[in-house]
């Protein structure tokens, strides 16, 4: 877990670890770890580590719901919704945390085409309606997550906080302005990467180093414009 995440983090580390995992997804077939630059999981692997959450929200299961978990202490429940059955049925075949609970919650509409397609509120209203009571820690990384967003403000307990992902994609943040506490770290992708974190009640400064992250995330702009990605 250690090569994939850092709580001190440097440029050059998270580098390396990108190009590690690079290299592993091409060559191994059960490379562990979510699909996401270094730099993004260590900010939500610093968030994590930090509120300890006793209940945790998930829309879109993947790695992240074996990888993260393993970041926390003690009791908690982790409950993952995922609307594609092949890819809920593999993770429930190599999760083996009696913790973590994945949902296969198939769209509304019988007609849904998945490919590119976010989906809306009337084709995922059973998956967007799917958490119950209040959740310490959310996170985003599924389908109609602008609607997910607005739902989760609902679900939050006192000083939880609800995380973003590919938050570079700005039609996603239909419902930020109604969370008075929020931070977006964008980079040089224009349709995928980047993390927004909200709070209802907690400012995001008083939960993760925001400095240290803003500094390593300018650096990689920098690095990435330069090297003509997009």
Same mark, same amino acid.
Not at 169 to 178: D, G, I, N, P
């Given at each position: 877990?250690?090569?994939?995440?850092?709580?001190?983090?440097?440029? +050059?580390?998270?580098?390396?670890?990108?190009?590690? @995992?690079?290299?592993?997804?091409?060559?191994?077939?059960?490379?562990? @770890?979510?699909?996401?630059?270094?730099?993004? /999981?260590?900010?939500?692997?610093? #968030? $994590?580590? !930090? /509120?300890?959450?006793?209940?945790?929200?998930?829309?879109? @299961?993947?790695?992240?719901?074996?990888?993260?978990?393993? %970041?926390?202490?003690?009791?908690?429940?982790?409950?993952?919704?995922?609307?594609?059955?092949?890819? @809920?049925?593999?993770?429930?075949?190599?999760?083996?945390?009696?913790?973590?609970?994945?949902?296969?919650?198939?769209?509304?509409?019988?007609?849904?085409?998945?490919?590119?397609? =976010?989906?809306? %509120?009337?084709?995922?209203? &059973?998956?967007?309606?799917?958490?119950?009571?209040?959740?310490?820690?959310?996170?985003?990384?599924?389908?109609?997550? +602008?609607?997910?967003?607005?739902? +989760?403000? !609902?679900?939050?307990?006192?000083?939880?906080?609800? /995380? $973003?992902? *590919?938050? !570079?994609?700005?039609?996603?943040?239909?419902?930020?302005? $109604?969370?008075?506490?929020?931070?977006?770290?964008? *980079?040089?992708?224009? !349709?995928?990467?980047?993390?927004?974190?909200?709070? #209802? &009640?907690?400012?995001? =400064?008083?939960?993760?180093?925001?400095?240290?992250?803003?500094? $390593?995330?300018?650096?990689?702009?920098?690095?990435?414009? +330069?090297?003509?990605?997009?």
């Amino acid at each position: 877990m250690s090569d994939f995440f850092q709580l001190k983090p440097t440029v +050059a580390s998270q580098l390396y670890r990108d190009v590690k @995992a690079k290299y592993y997804r091409k060559f191994q077939d059960r490379y562990i @770890a979510p699909w996401m630059r270094s730099k993004e /999981i260590d900010l939500i692997g610093e #968030a $994590l580590h !930090n /509120i300890q959450p006793k209940r945790v929200f998930e829309w879109g @299961a993947g790695y992240s719901t074996v990888f993260f978990p393993q %970041l926390l202490q003690g009791e908690f429940e982790w409950t993952s919704v995922e609307h594609n059955t092949g890819w @809920a049925t593999k993770l429930k075949e190599i999760i083996h945390d009696p913790r973590i609970t994945v949902h296969n919650i198939l769209p509304d509409d019988p007609n849904f085409v998945d490919k590119h397609n =976010e989906g809306t %509120l009337e084709e995922f209203h &059973t998956y967007v309606n799917m958490p119950q009571g209040k959740y310490d820690f959310i996170f985003i990384d599924g389908r109609a997550r +602008a609607e997910c967003m607005k739902k +989760a403000l !609902n679900h939050l307990s006192e000083g939880g906080l609800v /995380i $973003l992902h *590919d938050a !570079n994609r700005k039609h996603y943040h239909t419902y930020s302005h $109604l969370y008075p506490h929020q931070v977006l770290m964008k *980079d040089y992708h224009k !349709n995928r990467g980047g993390v927004w974190l909200g709070s #209802a &009640t907690r400012k995001i =400064e008083d939960i993760v180093d925001m400095e240290k992250h803003h500094k $390593l995330w300018g650096t990689h702009y920098i690095i990435g414009k +330069a090297s003509f990605k997009s």
